[in-house]
């Protein structure tokens, strides 16, 4: 008996060495698939258009500010912060928070986020008038958003009007205009003047051409957001995808082709040129090649020191910012 529970041991070790990819199973609960999926659920219940992962230029510091993710609309646009926090949530009285108690976590502080994202806010305001926007009084407003349920938040009421947390965000319901309400009303449909409809064109094409942070989407629905830094495999598979760079291309997009064992998988890679002038590329202007499923993407995630490497196999898309 306990050689079959060694051996099963051993196979299940194996397995996992050559066939699962523990880059993959880390990211299962990030905070990049939090703010993904709050941006989905937004889209769908109320439209728009949300923009993930921006770095927009602070002048004050002379950095990139980093900004969950913009919901734009007809009318306005919301700054949001997406908190993936698991444990029980209190306000101290500078208005930092604290998360204590998940059990595998110590306690850890966090600034203020309802002034960090008025912050973000106001320099994304400022950014899109450097960029030839007049934008009409109120047009940002900003939430916080508290998406995991593991979430338990202390002494709710203290709370600032900006926070949503988890029971508010699931209650969430897609329902006609004039029936909006909560948060929601507030920030999307708050009675304010349509801008013109040239405004929010511009709007939408300067947000999208902003900078972002490069995203990886793996199998599973989930995704990683952070910098592309190169391919890594067999020469001739790294000489077939040198033409993949930031500078030149904007999306990638793998699909398997063939397989002949394992050791003889090839996967088909499409790229599209970058073209600064729209906001996509038909596709007639695809182009592709063909490599091993074995050749690496090394990607260094957000808020991370550690570069990954992730199988070809294992990437849906990848998009790459200017």
């Known amino acids: 008996m306990w050689v079959e529970i060694f051996c099963g041991l051993i196979i299940y070790k194996l397995v996992r060495r050559f066939f699962v990819d523990d880059d993959l199973l880390d990211v299962e609960t990030s905070d990049s698939n939090a703010i993904f999926s709050v941006a989905n659920r937004l889209e769908k219940l109320y439209g728009g258009k949300a923009y993930v992962g921006l770095r927009i230029p602070d002048p004050d510091t002379g950095s990139r500010q980093n900004i969950d993710m913009v919901l734009v609309t007809k009318g306005e646009a919301v700054v949001i912060s997406v908190k993936n926090l698991a444990g029980f949530v209190s306000v101290n009285g500078d208005g930092s928070w604290v998360c204590e108690g998940d059990g595998r976590h110590r306690a850890e502080r966090y600034p203020d986020p309802v002034a960090e994202a008025k912050r973000q806010a106001s320099i994304l305001e400022a950014y899109l008038e450097q960029r030839g926007v007049a934008l009409p009084e109120g047009y940002f407003s900003y939430k916080i958003i508290l998406p995991n349920p593991k979430v338990r938040t202390i002494h709710s009421g203290s709370f600032p009007p900006e926070v949503i947390a988890y029971d508010q965000w699931i209650q969430l319901k897609p329902e006609v205009k004039s029936m909006f309400s ?120 957000e808020n991370s020191g550690k570069v990954r490497k992730f199988k070809l196999s294992s990437v849906v898309s990848m998009s790459l910012s200017a």
């Open 182 to 301: 909560g948060w929601i009303k507030d920030a999307l449909r708050g009675g304010k003047k349509e801008m013109q409809e040239s405004m929010h064109q511009k709007v939408n094409f300067i947000l999208n051409t902003a900078p972002m942070w490069d995203r990886l989407e793996l199998k599973g629905n989930k995704y990683v957001l952070g910098d592309f830094l190169e391919f890594k495999g067999k020469q001739e598979d790294t000489l077939a995808l040198r033409n993949i760079k930031r500078s030149k291309v904007s999306r990638v997009v793998v699909q398997k082709t063939s397989m002949f064992g394992l050791a003889h998988s090839k996967l088909q890679v499409l790229y599209s040129p970058r073209d600064y002038r729209s906001e996509g590329t038909s596709s007639s202007e695809w182009k592709e090649t063909t490599v091993r499923s074995s050749t690496d993407v090394l990607f260094q995630p």
